[in-house]
């Protein structure tokens, strides 16, 4: 069994691995993306005040004009407990695009396309710029690869002749690379499982909200929602936040999106005074034609289940635990193109070794494989 980890561990490392290296990679700079995106483009930043002195629907507007006359607002996202700007998201013929607005005076302060850095990390890391070609389960095995990778690592890394203090840290007559290798494997081992684990609920989300369903309550999937009807006038998207705040007294809007096709429906994202969480808030479904409130999901409406697939997305963004949980989690999206290239060194080496009939040096490295 243990030759049978040691083949599993190395191919998944020199096949997949590559790509989950590029996936840690873009990862590190997506738990930083809104300073590296402020850092890169200040202009896009430079608010004159907090908070959104308009009405959502003006916003779009503004978006629209400025991106084209046949674009259309697909969502508007405000400013959350922070001083930042209105983020609007448009559809044309050049596909889509971010206008970000001044909050206090309406002001377009930049526009971005999918060829932005931070907008081309996004559709990498979630589908790899495959989008239209299975991407997203194409990183949802990717996902499971890790997973199998850090904890056959763990396996191999056990020490079969017990315990010592080296154990846990840099072993006496081993090459950095190897020492590398063990040493940040064993340290991280959990927190690039729990990427890993994360990362594949979020390549295979109808999967895993069935597979979440068998052990706990798992509301229905918000997707495919339409309104009751195609006929009659639809109300406005303030008039769709209006119908949210008043169910949610003293909640802040933080994003609303547009109907998709002539049935869809309103999507209104709120945050209340006892969120810890943006994601955390309720989110509303509203009926465009008759105001009625067709799904909604917050702390009184979501199963355990429903709890457990929200946080796989908190714990893969790394937004739980303030900046020290960010920090952690950039870490260990440094770990696979570290260990991608430290095994590889790793097993460059055994070959060279093997071709000159050269045995291993310690019975540590023999143990360790």
């Known amino acids: 069994m243990r030759a049978f980890w040691v083949q599993l561990h190395l191919w998944l490392g020199l096949t997949l691995g590559v790509i989950g290296a590029l996936l840690g990679i873009s990862g590190c700079i997506l738990v930083y993306d809104h300073e590296i995106d402020e850092w890169l483009h200040p202009a896009r930043y430079a608010v004159t005040g907090t908070g959104a002195a308009m009405k959502v629907a003006d916003y779009a507007r503004i978006a629209e004009k400025d991106a084209g006359d046949k674009a259309r607002a697909a969502m508007v ?14 559809r044309g ?3 889509t695009q971010r206008v970000y607005i001044d909050p206090a005076d309406g002001d377009v302060l930049d526009r971005a396309g999918s060829a932005d850095l931070v907008a081309w990390m996004h559709n990498f890391h979630e ?22 990778s850090s904890l056959s690592g763990i ?14 840290g840099f072993r006496r007559g081993f090459a950095l690379h190897r020492n590398l290798h063990y040493t940040i494997g064993f340290w991280g081992a ?26 706990g309550k798992v509301s229905p999937s918000p997707r495919g929602l339409q309104s009751t009807s195609a006929e009659g006038r639809p109300i406005g998207i303030d008039d769709a936040a209006d ?9 802040q809007v933080t994003s609303a999106g547009f109907p998709q096709g002539p049935r869809g429906v309103y999507r209104v994202s709120l945050r209340v005074a006892a969120d810890d969480h943006a994601r955390a808030g309720p ?11 067709v799904s909604r999901s917050d702390a009184t409406t979501r199963g355990g289940g429903d709890a ?3 946080w796989q997305r908190i714990l893969h963004e790394g937004s739980a635990g303030g900046e020290a949980g960010r920090f952690v989690t950039f870490l260990g999206g440094a770990m696979p193109p570290v260990l991608m290239v430290t095994g590889l060194l790793i097993w460059l080496r055994k070959r060279r070794r093997r071709s000159l009939h050269v045995p291993s040096v310690t019975g540590d490295e023999r143990l360790t494989g």
């Open 77 to 90: 996202r405000l400013p959350d407990r922070e001083t930042g700007p209105v983020i609007v998201f448009v």
């Open 93 to 95: 013929d050049g596909g």
């Open 127 to 148: 589908s790899l710029m495959l989008r239209d070609y299975q991407g997203r389960a194409i990183v949802g095995v990717v996902g499971i690869a890790m997973l199998i």
């Open 155 to 168: 396996c191999l890394w056990w020490p079969a002749g017990g315990f010592r203090r080296e154990t846990f």
């Open 190 to 215: 959990l927190v690039l499982a729990m990427l890993s684990f994360t990362g594949i609920f979020l390549g295979f989300p109808d999967a895993g909200r069935s597979a979440v369903a068998t052990f």
């Open 243 to 251: 119908v949210a705040r008043a169910a949610y007294p003293g909640s």
């Open 283 to 293: 989110t509303l479904f509203i009926d465009p034609r008759t105001r009625e409130v």
């Open 308 to 310: 457990f697939l929200l």
